[in-house]
């Protein structure tokens, strides 16, 4: 992934200037059940001109008031994020321990800083500056000031609220001198939680942002990321004057547009020798140019590992394509030159990419600004359709999109001056999920029977991954918790797993099973739930609980065929009702049929939406309320 703001994580926990006179009384009473609460949570960004660039310093102050002893420690230890585009200046922190009526002061532990690159990325300039508050106990407060130096005013952060920890007093600052003209948005405050004022001076314009009592948002595990309902803060630089001249800065899309193709106008200029003969062996006898573009890509996903490699401005300049057909390695960047440049050596029409994760909830056609895309790609245009083609995923299907950048908007750069912004799919539900095929017959203690399970589409392609690396033992744990049914009681058999469709991302999964415990025979009769699998139970959302959204990897159908076999000498004496719903978020069925000496149970779910914002978790309730008296019924069998 491109690196062009790494250093969101820093902003993430920007921080505050000291409150007298806030007794944790006072504040436990304003924000209960809070185990921790900011008094204080502020920055404030300095703009300025300097050798005819734009740069930033901030200020970031935090005091936090601990108020639960149980996990007073987890807020003991900080880290403070930067890189070569934000220098870490200056760090002043103390805690205030309570001691009789007063507090004793203890300054923060020392520094250590160290690399801070993910398990994904092989190399970048990302540091971390940690220490230890110290002496952290229940009603103890930490103070936290540091200083930053910002580089590059294209990369400036926006200012968020601290997530879930609620806020007494915040604001955020900026400053910014009479030659520089700076735009700003505010995303997520419908509530009106930012007050604003705006101050002229003689040199410079304050704008300022202020929050108060500010209760903070629950995150959950399915949360999307805190873009799309966390409130924050968007500013950015339209122009500057320097040396009596009117300099263009992020006016618009055409200049965010003429500063990413800047770091590609001088990529693959000249057609390499090894990577025309590459591309001449895989075309060779390929008719149309869908089969070369297919073949090109496939081998770029076997042949070309992903390994990200983010260092100052390598986080956003592609490399060669000969050098990285020669490395057989590359970021995203970089497999957006390999791919694109040997499409362009098969004559295929291709194009350098820029585009954002959904990670990231902004548009180019509202936000046109460097933390809009954390991507790069190739996109093709063949047979008057544009195909996108991530290669750092080596098992994604030619012509479906990852799933990470569903709906998402694309910037395609078709020249130095010409772009186009297109929009990714998403891909229909029934391109991903499972079909599951279950037949069932009674034992003395409950049931037994074989399953059949189909993934296909990104489920396929996660079950898949998931299995590439594990054990013999480890298979059998994940076979196991993807085939158990309706009871923990749930003994596996013996199972085989089919991967003959791969590059289609199918994968198969037979097993055999018992259960012991499940279904009741008493007198005459045989009780049955078919429904071993409640697809959608524990569905419901807790709306006085979460306020904040969910969100699916993709749109998905579930199909689930439950069969039993009719013991012999045995009529179905009852079968439930056949249940029905459908809304703009799901659609669940269940059915029943009796037919050759067998009743089946037939269920299904669709689901329709990537994410689903709270003033659809009614329509989301009313659905799991419908189904959920349907999981109880059970079949009636009865000796003839």
Request: hydrophobic content about 35%.
């Amino acid at each position: 992934m491109m690196k062009k703001y790494c250093i969101v994580a820093f902003l993430l926990s920007l921080c505050f200037g000291n409150i007298n006179g806030q007794s944790p009384e006072a504040v436990a009473a304003l924000f209960p059940k809070q185990e921790a609460v900011f008094l204080q949570y502020s920055q404030e960004l300095a703009l300025s001109v300097k050798d005819g660039d734009v740069i930033a310093e901030s200020k970031n102050e935090r005091e936090i008031m601990i108020l639960s002893k149980q996990n007073a420690m987890a807020y003991a230890r900080f880290k403070i994020y930067h890189s070569g585009f934000s220098e870490l200046k200056s760090i002043n922190g103390y805690s205030k321990i309570p001691d009789g009526n007063g507090f004793k002061k203890m300054k923060i532990g020392d520094q250590t800083t160290t690399g801070s690159s993910s398990g994904s990325v092989f190399y970048d300039d990302t540091k971390e500056t940690s220490f230890d508050f110290q002496g952290i106990v229940t009603n103890s407060v930490q103070y936290l000031e540091y200083k930053m130096f910002h580089k590059d005013a294209h990369l400036l952060s926006p200012f968020y609220l601290p997530g879930s920890v609620s806020v007494v007093s915040g604001s955020y600052t900026v400053i910014v001198p009479n030659e520089i003209n700076i735009k700003f948005l505010v995303k997520n405050d419908d509530e009106g939680v930012f007050k604003f004022t705006q101050e002229k001076k003689k040199k410079e314009t304050i704008y300022k942002w202020t929050v108060t009592n500010y209760t903070g948002k629950k995150d959950f595990d399915d949360s999307p990321a805190p873009s799309y309902y966390e409130p924050h803060i968007i500013i950015y630089v339209a122009n500057y004057v320097s040396d009596n001249k009117t300099n263009t800065f992020l006016s618009n899309l055409d200049e965010l547009y003429k500063w990413n193709i800047s770091f590609t106008k001088n990529l693959n200029t000249s057609p390499d020798n090894t990577l025309k003969k590459i591309v001449d062996s895989l075309i060779a006898g390929k008719k149309n140019d869908t089969d070369k573009a297919k073949a090109i890509y496939k081998w770029v996903q076997k042949n070309i590992k992903y390994i990200a490699f983010e260092s100052g401005m390598q986080g956003f300049i592609p490399r060669q394509a000969a050098d990285v057909c020669n490395k057989r390695y590359g970021d995203c960047k970089d497999m957006s030159s390999i791919i694109t440049a040997m499409l362009k050596l098969a004559s295929i029409k291709a194009y350098y990419t820029w585009i954002g994760t959904r990670d990231i909830a902004y548009k180019y056609s509202e936000v046109a600004l460097p933390i809009v895309d954390n991507h790069m790609i190739s996109t093709a245009f063949i047979n008057n359709q544009w195909v996108f083609l991530d290669g750092t995923n080596p098992h994604a299907v030619y012509g479906i999109p990852p799933a990470f950048i569903q709906n998402k908007e694309a910037l395609v750069g078709i020249s130095e001056t010409e772009y186009k912004i297109l929009t990714v799919p998403i891909v229909d539900a029934k391109q991903n999920g499972m079909v599951d095929t279950t037949i069932i017959s009674f034992t003395k203690d409950g049931i037994k029977g074989t399953q059949n399970v189909n993934y296909f589409g990104y489920l396929g392609e996660d079950h898949y991954n998931s299995l590439l690396y594990k054990n013999e033992s480890e298979t059998k744990s994940f076979v196991k918790s993807r085939m158990g049914k309706a009871s923990n009681k749930f003994i596996l058999g013996k199972y085989s797993i089919n991967n003959k469709d791969i590059d289609n991302n199918n994968l198969g999964i037979s097993a055999e099973f018992e259960i012991p415990g499940i279904g009741k025979k008493i007198g005459d009769e045989y009780f049955l739930n078919l429904n071993l699998e409640k697809l959608f139970e524990n569905e419901m959302i807790d709306v006085e609980d979460r306020k904040v959204p969910f969100e699916e990897n993709y749109k998905y159908v579930f199909k689930q065929f439950h069969i039993l076999q009719i013991p012999e000498g045995y009529k179905v004496s009852y079968t439930p009702k056949d249940f029905t719903f459908e809304n703009d978020l799901v659609a669940l069925k269940i059915k029943y049929e009796t037919k050759n000496n067998t009743i089946t149970s037939y269920q299904e779910v669709v689901k329709k939406k990537l994410l689903v914002y709270p003033n659809e978790f009614a329509d989301w309730n009313k659905a799991a309320n419908a189904i959920t008296p349907n999981y109880k019924e059970q079949i009636v069998l009865q000796l003839k």
